[in-house]
């Protein structure tokens, strides 16, 4: 009973809970940063531990010991609870992610209900960030990210609804193992996974969709008055948000851990893993940045129809 | 109305690489007006140019502007020459081309890098400004400077070009020539650059000839002006060479403008190599200059540039007035982005090739009854003097 515990409670702090999913957040910034760079004929961080493979963490040690700036005119409350709520969103709901096994550290019928959720909260607290600060940016940047949200959370919900339809569960770790008997979703719902690829560039405000911290126009965005700590714990956030974009990807449309025994589940999950940020990242490379009604738009006009064309098809074809 | 809200565009905002300020009025995503304030890079260069020999002015109007430096000189160097009556030689004319036209290039590439990056397409900003790493090093294999080349002097150029380096220019002008070919390909094919680019920053044919835009600007609203062509300088009477014209009026027109310019340029360095005359690059001239009033216009990258010189008979110029081309397009900028979007502020003032430290003045503006008048420098540090002196 107490070694259950202790085990219970080691896989939450340490693997795969909060430090294994930390380092990945940073390893994947890294990843990320590199792979940018290679696509750009540029070299990335270069200097800090092999290949740069530190700098992300000496980036945000670095921002961890400057200043933190909070503006006279700013809701002090709301603006310092922001970085704290932003930062444990995205862990929260990663723990709903089946990593080393077919079974999450949280697991419950309805859990994929909670992770879109989670996501929609996400962006609740960009806003609120961006209202907080009071800045002018900020407060455009903040209603950009909002009016961004409107138009890419119905597409991303509805051809997520897919894999659980198929699946006939609304739970992301039952969905998983559907996965490991039948079909990956990625080879019978390809639509659905190209929508919730580019859902989740939107979600993550990387190019072609950075509209809402869009540096040529409204400087940070809605990140303008963060500095110091603050700043450090929301590019840890968005570090992580970057590894939830690719767990769920990973999850629901390429069978999670599940793979062939001659190598255990975990790395199976770590190179889908790896597979489904590459492709965001080779995304933000090739494109230029859209205009806000641009995306909602393109978002209203194509995305929504085709996820909806998407749950017909799965209603219709029996897998 | 309420809802509008002024949203201050500088002196100190990512999209801009030198300091200036719009205030813009908006309402929503939309620009209901904006109001531009000049004059945070006045350095004071017109009234230095009158206190230097003109030996000395030829280093001063180099540093007007970074990119443009050598159409500045050229148009400089040209006003004095003119005033001396000194006649160029043809093969110091034709170098004083080729340079011109390299800085074409590389004016261009940056530029485009710079739209790249105001629209958020930060790959095809890393390629152009990779590329414009060859046409930088032409011009220090020429000059010996990467950006400042100092190969203007009055009566000629400073250094010749051998046949090695016109062998490597032909090279590294033919790579550019053909990356440009297809960044162009980019520009008109991507459909996100469309998206940000087509009808956007709409200047009509009219509205550019009247409110006196000049250069690509200009050429992009479909009007041939082009004063290679129109009033040649250096060896342009001898160079075959297209004005190219785009109809589209938008932000879309001056990146196909642009990029068909470079083109065109490389043609022009390639003739102009073949062709090089035999002779010398200089001729000795007088340090004073007789007394003359001249206006000289050079086609610099970014427009018409016009430089006005009075002098009196000895070795310093009474009087020069530079225009550069920023100033020029500026009113038919502000006409660009009223009605447009928050998101393409930066992509149409990017849109002229700006240079504001190439065009600032100094000017007042009396907020209370709208009064705007200038001060030459004695005058404004006689004020300086006594307003300290109340204090």
Redesign the interface.
């Known amino acids: 009973m107490v070694q259950e515990a202790i085990i219970s409670l080691l896989q939450i702090v340490i693997f795969p809970g909060f430090l294994f999913l930390i380092l990945a957040a940073f390893f994947y910034e890294w990843v990320d940063r590199k792979f ?1 760079a290679r ?4 070299y990335g961080p270069l200097h800090t531990g092999p290949r740069g493979l530190l700098q992300p963490f000496a980036d945000f040690l670095k921002l961890l010991s400057k200043e933190d700036i909070i503006p006279y005119a700013a809701d002090k409350l709301l603006f310092s609870a922001v970085p704290i709520f932003l930062l444990s969103l995205p862990l929260t709901a990663l723990f709903c992610i089946p990593i080393i096994n077919s079974t999450a550290l949280i697991s419950f019928e309805g859990d994929l209900i909670l992770v879109i959720f989670i996501t929609t909260i996400i962006v609740i607290s960009v806003f609120i960030g961006a209202w907080s600060s009071t800045n ?1 940016f900020s407060t ?1 940047g903040g209603m950009r990210a909002c009016l961004q949200m409107l138009g890419y959370e119905i597409p991303m919900t509805i051809a997520m609804a897919g894999p659980a339809i198929v699946a006939k569960t609304l739970s992301i770790s039952k969905i998983v193992q559907w996965q490991t008997t039948g079909l990956w979703f990625i080879l019978t719902q390809p639509l659905g996974f190209i929508i919730v690829t580019i859902c989740f560039l939107a979600e993550l405000q990387k ?2 969709f ?2 809402p911290k ?6 940070a965005g809605w990140l303008t008055e963060f500095s110091g700590k603050k700043l450090a714990l929301l590019r840890l956030a968005e570090d992580l948000e970057l590894v939830l974009a690719g767990s769920i990807m990973a999850s629901l449309y390429l069978g999670g851990p599940a793979g062939f025994s001659f190598m255990p589940p975990f790395v199976w999950f770590i190179i889908k893993l790896t597979v489904c940020i590459l492709i965001l990242s080779n995304l933000r ?10 995306l909602m738009r393109g978002v209203w006009k194509y995305l929504t129809p085709l996820a909806l064309l998407q749950i017909i098809l799965v209603e219709l074809i029996p897998w | 109305m309420s809802s509008i809200i002024k949203i201050p565009f500088g002196p100190q905002h990512p999209a801009l690489k030198e300091p200036e300020n719009f205030m813009f009025k908006v309402d929503g995503e939309y620009v209901v007006d904006v109001t531009p304030r000049i004059g945070y890079a006045h350095r004071g260069i017109e009234k230095a140019l009158e206190d230097r020999t003109y030996i000395q002015d030829l280093y001063l109007i180099e540093r007007i502007c970074g990119i443009c430096s050598h159409a500045h000189t050229t148009c400089y160097t040209q006003a004095v020459e003119e005033a001396l009556k000194v006649d160029v030689p043809p093969r110091a004319k034709y170098i004083r081309t080729i340079v011109t036209e390299l800085e074409r290039i590389h004016n261009h590439y940056f530029w485009l890098g710079i739209v790249a990056h105001e629209i958020g397409f930060e790959t095809l900003f890393m390629y152009t400004w990779r590329d414009r790493e060859i046409v930088m090093d032409l011009l220090e294999l020429l000059s010996g400077n990467r950006v400042q080349y100092a190969m203007n002097m009055i009566g000629g150029v400073r250094r010749d070009i051998t046949p090695e380096i016109s062998s490597k220019i032909m090279k590294g002008v033919k790579v550019l020539g053909e990356r440009m070919k297809y960044y162009k390909k980019i520009c008109s094919d991507d459909k996100t650059i469309l998206a940000r680019s087509v009808n956007v920053g709409i200047l009509k044919t009219k509205d550019a000839i009247s409110l006196c835009a000049v250069g690509p600007t200009l050429r992009a609203s479909n009007v041939k002006r082009d004063v290679r062509a129109d009033d040649p300088y250096a060896a342009y009477d001898e160079i075959p060479f297209h004005v190219v014209t785009y109809d589209g009026c938008d932000v879309a027109s001056r990146i196909a403008t642009r990029c068909d310019e470079v083109i065109e340029s490389v043609e022009i360095i390639r003739y102009a190599l073949e062709h090089l005359p035999t002779g010398s690059i200089e001729v000795i001239v007088s340090r004073v200059v007789p007394p003359a009033e001249i206006i000289s216009r050079v086609e610099a990258p970014r427009g018409e540039n016009l430089h006005y010189l009075r002098s009196n008979g000895t070795d310093k110029p009474s009087r020069y007035k530079v225009r550069s081309p920023t100033l020029a397009n500026l009113t038919a900028l502000c006409k660009m982005l009223i009605g447009g979007y928050i998101a393409d502020i930066p992509i149409v003032i990017a849109g002229i090739d700006p240079c504001f430290c190439c065009m600032d003045r100094l000017t007042f503006v009396d907020i209370n009854n709208d009064e705007t008048w200038g001060w030459e420098g004695e005058k404004l540090r006689r004020y300086g003097i006594k307003w300290y002196k109340k204090q």
Not at chain 1, 39 to 42: C, G, H, T, V
Not at chain 1, 214 to 219: G, N
Not at chain 1, 285 to 294: E, N, V, Y
């Open positions: 940018v696509l750009q004929n540029r002018r455009v190019i072609p950075d509209i869009a540096e040529t126009e409204v400087v490379a090739l494109f230029a940045r859209f205009r806000i009604d641009q």
